[in-house]
């Protein structure tokens, strides 16, 4: 979700220092299917496949989750 409250969901990336390039499966309502977004603009993420979670221990995060 961006700061502009707008949700990208998308199926690849790219990444570079300052900014993410996602693709989306579909173009939006413009007929854009790939976004280029500054991390400073990114509010928060959505994950919607399974994630193991030593994925997130990979990321620096601490804690426990629940296994699924």
Known sequence: ???LNESIPFIGF???DNM???Q???PDAIGARQAIIPYTA???LKIT???L???YADFGFKGALPKV
């Open 20 to 22: 993410v390039v996602v």
């Open 42 to 44: 990114i509010s928060y």
């Open 14 to 16: 790219a990444l570079d």
């Open 49 to 51: 496949a399974i994630v």
């Open 1 to 3: 979700m961006t700061e």
């Open 53 to 55: 979670p030593k994925a």
């Open 24 to 26: 989306r499966q579909t």
